[in-house]
């Protein structure tokens, strides 16, 4: 995406360095050749297929006043080069360099910024901090995979944007009056640089679980790519909220504490700063008993899920971390509501039956939110799980046997199919229900209405329904469509159909 201002930047005063010392007076940063603009800086960035830097000769022909690229991009395109007059710029990192080049030429961001990573958690987290920010009366939004929410609103297409769109968007939610903004740092995003130039107060680390091999390659290539927040986006003085309950949670820590951050442990563990305590549960929430430094809370909390005290207490953290008042903070709890697709309501049978939502895409998250509504349930959890295609092979039986295990009734139906047989996804999820531990009633129904139909009429009272996998999602991609379909407003339906209401 292309940026335009009226005032043209110096490549000094956006922090950059041409080659021979060329200057350049910059009009507006893209990162595709097909939105150049006369004065524009390209930035030809290296891709999984193919290096940005072969279309640098479209971009010099269109005005661009200065490329950005590295080595291997300058040596493709040396011979466009030298008989153009642009300035070149060659970095040895050039999306980090773009990330702080966007930042620069945008201007400034909202005063105060979070950024939580993990692999699970981050949606509720952001929005938690977000919440908690409004009940105090702040001007706050959270920025991720449900696009920009809260007092200003803005759609974006991944979890953490491009850094040109990113940086674009903070300047324009400061200009809007937003001073506090809570950021999802997906692995994809720290690993390509996106967050860089971000000035952060606090950062958070949730969890780490199997997700996103088919990009990563290695847990340790995906497990580094997220310590980058803290490595590398956080600065030194900035502080660091950190979930000692996971595994990972001690050495996020030391690794935290070894650059000098201050750290603010969450969870039950015996070093948390922030600690749970104790948690009752009923059918429509909990109620929650714990410790900031040392001193006893208790709170209501309308959310299902144990995991959700957990996200709401390191989302407290963070608020904490970046300067709001601790007692303000504890006390905004209890207002907190449910984030879309997330452990969410969706309807109630006339028998008090529940149905829920929930994105768990992963055999953890499936597994994680099984267990959660257990506490919840007096009657049978029916879980209705798919896969999607074209991504980790791997997780799919993994998370049959997840919904298997935690489960009473399970129902194997289509998720996003994309490109994929939608047959053989299901049955690779089929394969792990069927061998999954103490194997509950499995069924497969290939088309997701039907399913969501199916498992709403199986309910009895004191039963509850789980649809995984999809939560906000408001389409199903099946090919190359995408066509309309929203869990809940699915459940809704059924519910209602069921009940003779429409």
Known sequence: MGSQQHQAASLASLGLRAAG????????????SRAVLPGMLFAA????????????GKALADGAAAILTDQDGAALAAEVLTQSDAALIVAQDPRQTLAQTASLWFGPHPANVVAVT????????STFCRQIWEIMGCSAVNLGTTGVEGSWTYPLSHTTPEPITLHRVM?????NGITHTAMEASSHGLDQRRLDGVMLSAAGFTNFTQDHLDYHETFEAYFEAKMGLFTRVLSEDGVAVVNLDDPKGDEVASLCTSRGQEVIGVGRHPDAQLQLTGQRFDSVGQDVLFKWQ???YQTRLDLIGGFQAENVLLAAGLCIASGSEPNDVIDALQELTTVRGRMELAATRDNGAAVFVDYAHTPDAVATALKAMRPHVMGRIVVIVGAGGDRDTSKRPLMGAAAAQHADVVIVTDDNPRSEDPASIRAAVMAGALNGVGTPSVTEIGDRAEAILRGVDSLAPGDALLIAGKGHESGQTVGDTVLPFDDVEQASVAVAALEGKI
Do not use: Q, Y
């Open 21 to 32: 010392g060329r200057e350049a007076d910059i009009t507006g940063l893209t990162v595709d």
């Open 171 to 175: 300047a324009d939610a400061a200009r």
């Open 118 to 125: 993990g692999t699970n958690g981050k949606t509720s987290v």
């Open 294 to 296: 040392g001193t006893r």
């Open 45 to 56: 960035l290296p891709g999984a297929k193919v290096h940005g830097a072969s279309f640098i």
